[in-house]
């Protein structure tokens, strides 16, 4: 397969690697530098675009790249708020994006769990939950677009919650994402109950970019050939 690479940071490069490795080539690569390259042949040769990038250009990049008639595979976040509206752009247009704000394994895992947990523990009001997540200093998005996911899956499953905050919980209803950035932490997400006897607690710890490259990649695969909006659950079917 041919597989053109938007963004070349530490990510991009990893991918690039197990890319290679899988036997798939890369045919182009696009970073801040060279943008006018969305419109040579080499990226239009491309079966799917894997990007990685920043926020701020996330959606004119896809744009460029579905104006070259590539499809996209991405895990950029902080953006989301703009996801209903390019969902419908995506499937009026007839273009493919498939975007997951974590492409692990262990972590969609994680996020069966939690969604399951939350179910169980909407039985059981005296337990609070907050969530803890580590990355490192790099990372511009607080929270993470993989805590903001959790969250959500949380907020779907408990009554007495229906809205996260940064930090704090002011109010019953607020449920308090806590975000630290340190050293070179690749992602650690901790979802905590507790109540005045106990608490529970759930936590995934990625080790290395490893994980999140090669499932970058298998999405890219299973993206080939495929058309709409696409995420892990169509991929894993979980």
């Known amino acids: 397969m041919k597989i053109a690479l938007i963004g070349y940071g530490k990510m991009g490069k990893t991918i690039e690697r197990i890319a290679r490795e899988r036997g798939h080539e890369i045919v182009s690569v696009i970073d801040v530098d060279n943008l006018d390259d969305f419109d040579s042949a080499a990226f239009k040769s491309a079966d799917v675009a894997i990007e990685f990038t920043a926020p701020r250009v996330a959606l004119s990049n896809y744009r460029r790249a579905f104006a ?15 996801l209903p509206a390019l969902k419908k752009e995506i499937e009026e247009g007839g273009k493919t994006l498939f975007w ?110 490893e994980g999140l490259a090669l499932g970058a990649v298998l999405a890219a695969e299973f993206t080939a050939g495929k058309k709409g909006f696409l995420d892990m659950n169509d991929m894993l079917k979980f």
């Open 68 to 82: 070259s008639g590539v499809s996209v595979v991405s895990g950029t976040t902080g953006w989301t708020e703009e």
């Open 100 to 209: 997951s704000s974590n492409f692990s394994l262990g972590v969609n895992i994680f996020m069966a769990v939690n969604k399951y947990l939350a179910t169980i523990m909407n039985q059981f009001p005296n337990y609070n939950v907050e969530m803890t997540e580590v990355h490192h200093t790099q990372k511009l998005d607080a929270p993470s677009g993989t805590a903001i996911t959790l969250a959500d899956e949380i907020l779907e499953k408990l009554d007495r919650k229906n809205v996260w905050v940064k930090e704090i919980e002011t109010k019953s209803n607020e449920m308090a994402i806590k975000s630290i950035r340190e050293g070179q932490v690749p992602g650690i997400h901790t979802i905590r109950y507790e109540s005045e006897v106990d608490f529970i607690e759930i936590t995934h710890n990625t080790k290395s970019r």
